[in-house]
């Protein structure tokens, strides 16, 4: 199967060991696997998550093609298949090994600082300019250590980082207060975005708009969206920025990117909300519509680590001074909301991934829809390799990262064609594919003439002339108003 984009040529790469079109679709079903090796988080059996039904292969339901032209085929293996694919060993994790990792980045974060508060100074480095200069690189680096702390937090909230959940709780709650993170708020929701990657109606994280709400946003009908003109580089720019900068504060008060189907919450909390300021959908407010009245006392919790951050913040701003604070601590931490915010856009954001509306969704497809990118040195060695083995994170999240290339390698012959990676040029073409990113991928529809369960399967398409276009809309009859906005099939939480 071609992976090259029509007519440009492809930065997709994929591993391809299966050159026909697959006999049949799993239906592997449609909850988590486990948070804990070899067994599931729900009543329901490994052996239950494996089912498939039938599928009547005589039924045409259209051909699905990504942006770049590719035609798209439904993932056909099953979670077992990939569990059982995965060495026993890649499963071990080893407290020690994981606290011997955070000691490093702490020690890292304390040398940097202490070389620079020592010999960055006016008596050895005369020239303000050039001091600037190196307090600027100063904080680059300081908010990869700081990255690199906080991918080790992630491993915490999934249970990788050791077998006791006691000390994984105990690090991430420390170390992402330390970073300005509500570490339990976080990890219940992010938990949910595990359960459900790629559900266009229970996806926590850089939830694609359909066409009708990208419309709707620029006050269009949504037959009108492939006759816009193109976006134009600088406003591509404008809004690369935004999200980079505050697109991770923005996530944590007002859930911007997740899903906006509160009227699910299955304990009715989310009656009347939607994303936003004051509408009490955020990761601080134990009534927030994200979590269960069970999960009161954790939001508490990481509230209380914030307030302690924050108080030691204040207390070196008031003691040291507000420049210093901002030298020292604020320009790290926005560089790591940065690449915090561009690691995980890039893994959810591609020309080739596919999402689901609820019908046509299975957690086998979801974890599927991921791609897998690379960072060269800084990736594999300051970020805990959180960029090149995504995909993998997403089938098995318990996978400790040390042991996360050799379990990847060993599940891309189980995902054949449909593992993704996008690897060309390394460091420097991860940083390209947010530009790519954010110029192809506006908005997600179904691939035209496609019907049944392939209409479900939705892909990015963009009004700038990249890839395929947009499908020809005929505008409704009769209408005087705009369209409503109706979002996908939504259902409650496993």
């Not at 702490?106 to 006016?122: D, E, G, Q, W």
């Not at 420390?174 to 929701?189: D, E, G, R, T």
């Not at 009769?478 to 259902?491: A, E, F, L």
Request: contains cysteine; proline residues 6%.
């Amino acid at each position: 199967m071609s992976t090259n984009p029509l007519p440009r040529k492809s930065l997709l790469q994929r591993t391809i060991t299966v050159d026909s079109i697959p006999s049949t679709t799993s239906n592997s079903a449609s909850v988590s696997p486990v948070d804990t090796p070899r067994q599931s988080p729900s009543s329901s059996s490994l052996s239950s998550l494996d089912s498939e039904e039938a599928i009547d292969l005589k039924v045409n339901n259209g051909k699905m093609l990504d942006t770049y032209g590719n035609e798209f085929q439904i993932p056909d293996f099953t979670i077992k298949q990939i569990r059982d694919a995965i060495p026993e060993h890649c499963l071990k994790r080893s407290g020690a090994r994981g606290l011997a990792y955070v000691a490093r980045d702490i020690a890292s974060l304390a040398a940097t600082f202490y070389v620079f508060h020592n010999f960055v100074t006016p008596d050895k480095i005369p020239s303000a300019p050039v001091r600037a200069l190196l307090w600027g690189i100063y904080t680059f680096v300081q908010g990869l250590f700081g990255t690199g702390l906080w991918v080790l937090a992630h491993e915490c909230g999934h249970q990788s980082f050791s077998p006791s959940k006691t000390l994984n709780d105990t690090v991430g709650w420390f170390c992402h207060s330390a970073l300005l993170v509500p570490y339990f708020s976080w990890k219940i929701s992010h938990g949910k975005h595990h359960k459900a990657t790629g559900h266009l109606g229970r996806d926590m994280v850089f939830v694609p708009k359909t066409r009708e709400q990208y419309a709707s946003k620029l006050g269009y009908y949504a037959h009108e969206v492939a006759e816009l003109t193109e976006e134009t580089p600088i406003t591509t720019a404008t809004t690369m920025i935004a999200q980079q900068l505050g697109g991770w504060l923005m996530y944590l008060f007002t859930n911007v990117t997740g899903h906006n189907e509160h009227e699910c919450q299955s304990e009715g909390r989310g009656k009347g909300m939607k994303n936003g300021f004051g509408n009490g959908v955020n990761h601080f407010n134990p009534s927030s519509p994200l979590y269960d009245a069970k999960h009161s006392k954790l939001i508490l919790l990481s509230d209380l680590g914030l307030l302690i951050t924050t108080c030691a913040l204040f207390f070196v701003g008031k003691k040291y001074g507000c420049a210093n604070l901002t030298v020292w601590y604020i320009l790290p931490y926005l560089w790591v909301n940065h690449w915090l915010v561009a690691i995980t856009f890039l893994q959810h954001t591609d020309p080739s991934l596919p999402h689901y509306e609820g019908h046509a969704w299975t957690y086998t497809r979801g974890a599927a829809a991921t791609i897998d990118r690379e960072f060269g040195f800084i990736g594999r060695h300051l970020l805990h390799g959180i960029v090149e083995t995504h995909v993998l994170h997403h089938f098995v999240s318990t996978i400790p990262f040390y042991n996360a290339d050799e379990a990847s390698e060993a599940i891309k012959p189980v995902m054949g064609r449909h593992y993704r990676s996008d690897v060309k040029d390394g460091s420097i073409g991860f940083l390209k594919s947010l530009w790519k990113s954010a110029r192809w991928c506006h908005w997600v529809e179904p691939s035209e003439g496609t019907q049944g369960e392939n209409k479900g399967v939705l892909f990015f398409r963009n009004r700038n002339g990249l890839g395929i276009p947009p499908q020809k809309l005929t505008p409704p009859l009769g209408s005087s108003q705009k369209v409503i906005v109706v979002g996908p099939n939504c259902d409650n939480e496993l």
